[in-house]
DNA sequence: GGTCTGACTAGGT
DNA sequence: AACCTAGCCAGAC
């Protein structure tokens, strides 16, 4: 059985560039809604180091605190996303869909049906 | 093999 | 609006 932690990393290693993910929704992506302080945790291991992290932002779109901060605000930059005037990622359009990405924006209910 | 601890969040007071 | 609590993983020592 696959443990929490690579099912973290099967999630994370596929969110597309220019996209963010929070805890929560990857907790809850993969049957654990409970856990997204454990996903924080597992970004701590050095094994999944080489992981797009920094485009996993708090459900508010909050970037992670020091020492990752700046860092990962340069990165979501580059690869274009926006941030509202106090560094928050702007939800509403860089939030990852996973379910609906080939779906008319009408019918993207998520983060509802998990 | 026990103890510690670390990138979270919803719900309650 | 500002705390407080529960949830209960996995690696390091």
Sequence with gaps: ???FNDSVYEIVEKI???RVAT???IARMIG???MARFVGYASNNQKSW???WHRVVFKDGTLIGE???DKQYRALKAEGVKFT???KVIMEKYQWH???ESMPPDIRDWPLKF
């Design 50 to 52: 080489h992981l797009p």
């Design 23 to 25: 805890f929560g929704q």
């Design 67 to 69: 020492p990752f901060h």
């Design 98 to 100: 996973p379910e609906s």
């Design 32 to 34: 654990r809604p409970r």
């Design 16 to 18: 597309p560039v220019g």
């Design 85 to 87: 005037r106090d560094k």
């Design 1 to 3: 059985m696959k443990s």
